[in-house]
């Protein structure tokens, strides 16, 4: 059969499904550069001789603090610049990142190449986003991010499990030997078959007071601002169990290299619910489901806080718990990153680099002291989901309150 392409799909010197298993994997290195590290952190604290147990979370949260400032210059340099500059410029930073992370030979130099990293991942993160949106509009654009988000969420499910295979054959350095070859595999990639997607003359210069307006906006609008607040407080929520992880499964609950598999399958959850989610919103909308897994998240959450007074807890316990909780991140974060982006249209480049970057930087420090916290107990991270999820479902309610006539600038009325 003779595949077709879009005359969108065909100005990107590629065809469509070799456009959206790039794209996917563009996305991707974000994923694999957090998640094929987890089950090496034990290993990685031992080897570097980490000033505690807690102290080798930091290698997630600064990737994450180096991605979150990355995509505030990313973002606004890709629309005036162009796509595949950015991507290259990104990946040799990536380059950099990875290379210090496996010279290091203490933790500090590793902590330096992990924010290293995090810088060089924002430019194919954003590059990712937006060559789709030059691509694609509408319910063409509706439907590759669909496909797009399948191959992204086989990502989480399979990196702990590379990591782990890698470590089979090496040691914990061998990890970034696989980011290497991972990323340069992408550069020969698009080096070779990608065409810029954005015309020079729809290039928009990069200012300081455009930049400056654009994240005034957003921070001053009433919607989009409760709405970046709450990602922050679901994925600050969320990375305190990231960064807990490789200690509830390998040390408190023992599962030595079963841990891959067991996140895997968590990760696989998270991936249905999205794509569930994508079948139902235009049924039943993006704020009443969201409103809803918000409910479901702080009473499991409750609940589950609850039994530690009176049972121990068990594996199978947590695994039921964390699959309603993954389900109900599969129905949130792409619903309130759309209504938070909803009334942002006319500065959409510059508004999602801010959302984004906000929300990653609040994450990366609640995420962080959830992880600190963490003592051979899943009481800190259950307590996380059920405070933050509290405050986030009273800010969305705070956020739909009245019209958007009440928005904080009354110039974005």
């Known amino acids: 059969m003779v595949m077709t392409h879009s005359p969108s799909a065909r100005q990107s010197g590629i065809g469509a499904k070799e456009f959206t298993v790039l794209v996917a994997l563009l996305m991707s290195i974000v994923a694999i550069s957090i998640d094929a590290l987890l089950p090496a952190l034990g290993i990685i604290g031992e080897a570097l001789n980490a000033t505690d147990a807690n102290q080798p979370q930091l290698l997630i949260g600064l990737m994450f603090l180096g991605m979150a400032l990355g995509q505030l210059v990313a973002g606004p340099m890709s629309d005036a610049l162009g ?14 990142g990875t290379f210090l992370c496996h010279q290091a030979d203490t933790m500090d130099a590793l902590m330096v190449g992990r924010f290293v990293q995090g810088l060089g991942v924002a430019g194919p993160y954003i590059a990712a986003v937006s060559l789709v949106r030059d691509m694609f509009s509408g319910a063409q654009m509706a439907r590759t991010m669909s496909l797009v988000m399948m191959i992204f969420v086989l990502v989480p499910a399979i990196a702990p499990t590379l990591g782990q295979a890698v470590m089979f054959l090496s040691d914990w350095r061998g990890v970034f030997i696989m980011y290497f070859v991972y990323a340069g595999l992408l550069v020969i990639w698009i080096a070779t078959r990608l ?11 990069m200012t300081y007071t455009g930049f400056a307006n654009g994240f005034k906006e957003v921070l001053t609008h009433r919607k989009t601002a409760s709405y970046m607040v709450c990602m922050g407080l679901f994925f600050g929520s969320f990375m305190g169990y990231l960064n807990s992880s490789q200690q509830i499964f390998q040390v408190q609950f023992n599962v030595g290299v079963m841990f891959s598999v067991y996140f895997g399958g968590l990760a696989l959850v998270l991936g249905v619910s999205s794509l569930v989610n994508s079948r139902i919103v235009e049924q039943y909308g993006m704020r009443p489901i ?37 389900f ?47 003592d051979n107990s899943l009481i800190p991270v259950t307590t996380g989901f059920t405070v933050l999820g509290a405050l986030a479902f009273l800010l ?18």
């Open 83 to 96: 796509r595949k500059p950015i991507l290259f410029t990104g990946f040799a930073l990536y380059f950099v």
């Open 328 to 374: 109900c991140f599969g129905l949130l974060f792409g619903n309130v990153n759309a209504m938070a982006m909803e009334p942002m249209g006319h500065v959409a480049g510059i508004a999602s680099a801010v959302i984004g970057s906000v929300s990653a930087i609040m994450s990366m420090g609640i995420g962080t002291v959830i992880g600190q916290l963490y």
């Open 195 to 205: 065409q810029e997607t954005l015309p020079k003359e729809e290039r928009i210069p």
């Open 290 to 326: 969201a409103l809803s897994a918000i409910v479901t998240i702080v009473a499991a959450s409750g609940t589950f806080l609850g039994l530690h007074a009176v049972v121990t807890i068990q594996l199978w316990m947590f695994l039921i718990y964390a699959a309603v909780l993954f």
């Open 396 to 413: 969305m309610k705070w956020a739909e309150a009245g019209n958007t006539d009440l928005d904080l600038d009354p110039a974005t009325a």
